[in-house]
């Protein structure tokens, strides 16, 4: 089965510091890889995605992340960070093709907390 | 015009009773979803359909039973709930191999 670590559990951080938060996943085959947000009390949202091509994808509100195939990694960064990031984030996998195709496996979440 | 929506948005019951929540997309997805956030925020598939069609069926007790009327909906109904019952439940939609699109999420509280 697949799965996915996420090393921070909350990351706590002042406003303009930059941010990167690790994500690693377990699975031999081709995989597609997202980031979600999720605002206090709000449903996911998608930051980003990566599914092939560059591996240095850009998703929305400046956050970006790279996909190293070789460390199986898809870290999330920010340059950046403002108070209105602060939030839940979470890493999802799922497989490109066969029986688990669909099935998003999520990390255990890091929570952001950004102070003004 | 919400694109995932879930009723409702808190449900407060107690141990034993039966309950369900609705799912509706506008989306014209044919995948539908739901997962349950436990209180440490970890998120788990349970079901997933595909064009009312059950793909995905994680270990989840049979008390949980996911319905599809049709494949904007995905209802999902409870049987003699329990403590550990309680959390967020999200639905979600897609079409196949796209990103997931989700309800703003049911809190189930068991009392």
């Known amino acids: 089965a697949q799965s996915v670590s996420q090393h921070n559990h909350h990351v706590i951080l002042s406003e303009a510091a930059s941010l990167e938060l690790g994500c690693n996943y377990s699975?031999?085959?081709?995989?597609?890889l997202f980031w979600y947000v999720q605002y206090p009390g709000q449903h996911l949202q998608l930051l980003l995605k990566?599914?092939?091509?560059?591996?240095l994808v850009k998703g929305i509100k400046g956050f970006e992340a790279e996909f190293i195939k070789s460390k199986f990694s898809f870290n999330l960064r920010k340059p950046s960070v403002q108070w209105s990031d602060t939030a839940e984030y979470f890493c999802a996998v799922n497989a490109d093709r066969g029986s688990t195709l669909g099935r998003l496996y999520f990390g255990r979440g890091t929570q952001l907390t950004v102070w003004p | 015009d919400t694109a995932v929506s879930q009723t409702p948005k808190y449900l407060v019951t107690q141990m034993g009773n039966d309950k369900s929540i609705k799912c509706e997309q506008n989306l014209g997805h044919d995948t539908m979803y739901w997962y349950k956030q436990d209180s440490k925020k970890f998120l788990k598939i349970m079901f997933s359909y595909n064009n009312k069609e059950l793909i995905i069926n994680e270990t989840v007790p049979n008390r949980f039973s996911p319905k599809s009327p049709d494949k904007a909906h995905l209802n999902l109904h409870i049987n003699s709930l329990e403590l550990g019952d309680s959390a967020v439940y999200f639905c979600a939609s897609s079409e196949q191999g796209q990103p997931q699109h989700f309800g703003d999420g049911t809190r189930l509280s068991i009392l």
């Open positions: 990566y599914f092939s091509g560059d591996p």
């Open positions: 699975y031999g085959g081709t995989v597609n």
